[in-house]
C-alpha cells in the first residue's frame, strides 16, 4: 500500500525553474528521511538533495543555492524547488523515503526533468 508518487517535471529553458512534489501514503510520513535522488541516462542514481525527520537538511555540492528541499508533514509531501537549472540537471528525479535505524526503504516512479534550449 506505500505509494511515493512524484510530479512537476517537465521541459524547461536553461535558467528556468520547476517545483517537484512527492506524494507519500501509507507510512508514517513523520519518521522518514526523504530524499531527491536523479538519474541520467546510462548514469548511476545520485542523492540530490534530504531532508530527516531530525536534523539539518543536506545538497549535493553540484546543486547548492539553486536547488531548495522541504517538506509539510501535514499534507505527507516533500517538495524541491529547483531554480537556475543547467543542461546539465537532466535526469529523472525520484523521490525515496527512508527509516532512519531500521532501513524500510521505498522509491517512487520518477518524473523526468528535461533543460533544453
Known amino acids: 500500500q506505500v505509494q511515493l508518487v512524484e510530479s512537476g517535471g517537465g521541459l524547461v529553458q536553461p535558467g528556468g525553474s520547476l517545483r517537484l512534489s512527492c506524494a507519500a501514503s501509507?507510512?508514517?510520513?513523520?519518521?522518514?528521511?526523504m530524499s531527491w535522488y536523479r538519474q541520467a541516462p546510462g548514469k548511476q542514481r545520485d542523492l540530490v538533495a534530504a531532508i530527516p525527520s531530525i536534523g539539518s537538511t543536506n545538497y549535493a555540492d553540484s546543486v547548492k543555492g539553486r536547488f531548495f528541499i522541504s517538506r509539510d508533514n501535514a499534507k505527507n509531501t516533500v517538495y524541491l524547488q529547483m531554480n537556475g537549472l543547467q543542461f546539465e540537471d537532466t535526469a529523472v528525479y525520484f523521490c525515496?523515503?527512508?527509516?532512519?535505524?531500521?532501513?524500510?526503504?521505498?522509491w517512487g516512479q520518477g518524473t523526468q526533468v528535461t533543460v533544453s534550449s
Open positions: 525515496n523515503a527512508l527509516r532512519v535505524g531500521i532501513g524500510d526503504t521505498y
Open positions: 501509507g507510512i508514517r510520513f513523520s519518521l522518514y528521511k
